[in-house]
């Protein structure tokens, strides 16, 4: 059996990951697809931290630039990452993961409040935290909260599934000549305004020296050959 090179991770999954092809709402086979790949990572002692986007229900960001309140289109972007982890939550639990979603927005029904040291103390029981809400706070994003979260819980890495396999010099669905990064420093990927995470989540792995991976989350088992140490996708460091 695969062993993990790490000994606790923060994967940071996007809203749409969960729409599949629809490219909205929650699709219910991606989302059992995700818990089996996330399950098989998490077989291997792997202590997992989950950030989820809400860009499947809610953007805040798309919803101010039609004129919308920045902060209450944000708060509505919190809520719909909140949907999304509930949903996640009962397929993990489906898929034999003992789980436990903590929200930065209080919701006492549904979600314990986020507190660091009851978040590490789940982690170490052997549970999967997911972080609900980003940070509570509008004008940050979800990439925001990931960053912020991983280095909370002292994780060694952030693990961003996305829908590509990695970092390329432009959009590789646009031009058949784009490269692809191996390993990429932090500055480059600012100067170069590649598209990974926001500069603010950026800038704060890079002050705190945690190294961001990203890869392809459609490909089943991408997850664990991420913690398992194989080389996929890019390592931005």
Excluded: W
Excluded at 195 to 218: E, G, H, Y
């Amino acid at each position: 059996m695969a062993k993990s090179v790490y000994k606790r991770i923060l994967l940071k999954l996007s809203g749409e990951a969960l729409a599949g092809a629809q490219g909205t709402g929650i699709n219910a086979q991606v989302i059992a697809q995700i818990a089996q790949d996330v399950k098989a990572a998490f077989d291997t002692g792997v202590q997992i931290g989950v950030v989820i986007g809400g860009g499947n229900i809610f953007r805040g960001v798309a919803a101010s630039a039609q004129g919308m309140d920045r902060a209450s289109s944000d708060y509505m972007g919190m809520l719909a990452t909140c949907i999304n982890a509930l949903a996640l939550q009962d397929a993990f639990e489906k898929a034999g993961i003992p789980t436990r979603v903590q929200s930065a927005i209080e919701m006492a029904e549904i979600a314990e409040p986020y507190i660091r040291r009851k978040a590490i103390r789940h982690l170490e029981k052997g549970r999967l935290v997911i972080f609900g809400a980003g940070t509570g706070n509008p004008y940050f994003t979800t990439d925001t909260a990931a960053s912020l979260r991983a280095m909370e819980i002292n994780a060694e890495v952030i693990m961003k599934a996305t829908k590509v396999d990695g970092i390329y010099d432009k959009d590789p669905k646009k031009h058949a000549d784009a490269k692809k990064y191996d390993t990429i420093s932090y500055i480059e990927v600012l100067k170069q305004g590649l598209q990974v995470m926001d500069s603010t989540a950026i800038s704060l792995c890079m002050d705190n020296k945690l190294p961001i991976m990203t890869f392809d989350l459609a490909k089943p088992g991408n997850i664990l050959k991420a913690v398992a140490g194989e080389n996929i996708g890019t390592v931005v460091k």
